[in-house]
């Protein structure tokens, strides 16, 4: 089990007391599977992804293991969290954008990243992981797009140049949060189409957050399906999408099959 979760309850600190997001919820991740999870606007799915790598604000309150290779995420020092990301776990955010600093060439991004999770490097091989892995996302004129800044690229670029820096560090999981839903419906494809082939390559474990269903299906084995800070399923893809068992499930699998029939 690379990944397990234990007893998790989190509550945001809003104006008038506590929101609770997270209500004493369970699971595991095993290695090498994607684990998809489903459920509707503000139901956790968020903030499941910012306990894994502990990026909560500080002031909220948390209760709860997150346990990931053996060790208490909560209970880690600073340096050994920071160890964490990017090495061990990464994530994978629904805007591009937001991973990048504006005023910075994708190149400049791209060393100082490496440069400070793979100190070890010489610049030969710094500049060798970059052309590489810029290129295993498939960007054309990989040149360009080191020198270029972020606002001079399109959404669907940046998603890639995000991958990219995921596959330069290899972490052991990635957690995406809805990586595809800025994007329009050919570049959500082919960012999907990337995403199974980086898992053939270089057999990732993913948790996969999504609001689409098909992405399920097409890409996880398991999911989970969340209902307002509470796990209502967990089961493999084929059976959740055949069998399902808790309600909300079916009315989630409902409202999605007439969606696709509209
Ligand atoms: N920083 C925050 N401060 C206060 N409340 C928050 C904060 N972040 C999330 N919440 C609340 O916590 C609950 C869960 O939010 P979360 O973002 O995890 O949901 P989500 O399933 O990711 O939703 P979406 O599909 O819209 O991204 C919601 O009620 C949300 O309003
Ligand atoms: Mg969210």
New binding site residues.
């Given amino acids: 089990m690379i990944l397990q979760i234990k007893h998790l309850s989190?509550s945001?600190?809003?104006k008038d007391g506590y929101?609770?997001?997270?209500k004493n919820i369970s699971f595991d991740v095993k290695e090498g599977e994607i684990l998809g999870?489903i459920?509707?606007?503000?139901?956790?799915?968020?903030?499941?992804?910012?306990s894994i790598l502990d990026l909560?604000?500080q002031d909220?309150s948390k209760k709860g293991n997150v346990i990931f290779k053996g060790k208490d995420i909560f209970k880690l020092k600073n340096e050994e969290l920071e160890e964490l990301r990017g090495r061990g776990m990464s994530m994978v955010f629904?805007e591009p954008a937001a991973t990048f600093n504006p005023v910075l060439s994708i190149g400049y991004q791209f060393r100082e990243l490496l440069l400070c999770k793979l100190p070890n490097l010489n610049n030969e091989e710094i500049e060798k992981i970059i052309t590489d892995s810029l290129s295993q996302v498939h960007l054309a004129q990989v040149e360009r797009v080191i020198n270029s800044y972020p606002h001079q690229l399109s959404t669907g670029q940046l998603q890639r140049i995000s991958l990219s820096f995921t596959i330069a560090l290899k972490p052991a999981l990635v957690v995406a949060?809805?990586p595809t839903s800025s994007l329009d419906v050919t570049t959500e494809s082919q960012i999907i189409n990337l995403l199974k082939e980086l898992r053939k390559t270089f057999s990732f474990t993913i948790v996969f957050?999504t609001?689409n269903l098909d992405l399920v299906k097409t890409l996880c084995d398991r999911a989970l399906v969340?209902y307002?800070?509470e796990i209502r399923e967990i089961a493999q893809v084929a059976q959740l999408f055949a069998f399902p068992k808790d309600a909300y499930t079916k009315s989630l699998l409902e409202a999605f099959r007439e969606l696709e029939e509209t």
């Fill in positions: 989190v945001y600190k809003g929101v609770e997001a997270l999870i459920g509707e606007s503000g139901s956790g799915k968020s903030t499941i992804a910012f909560l604000p909220c629904q949060d809805e957050i609001h969340l307002k800070g």
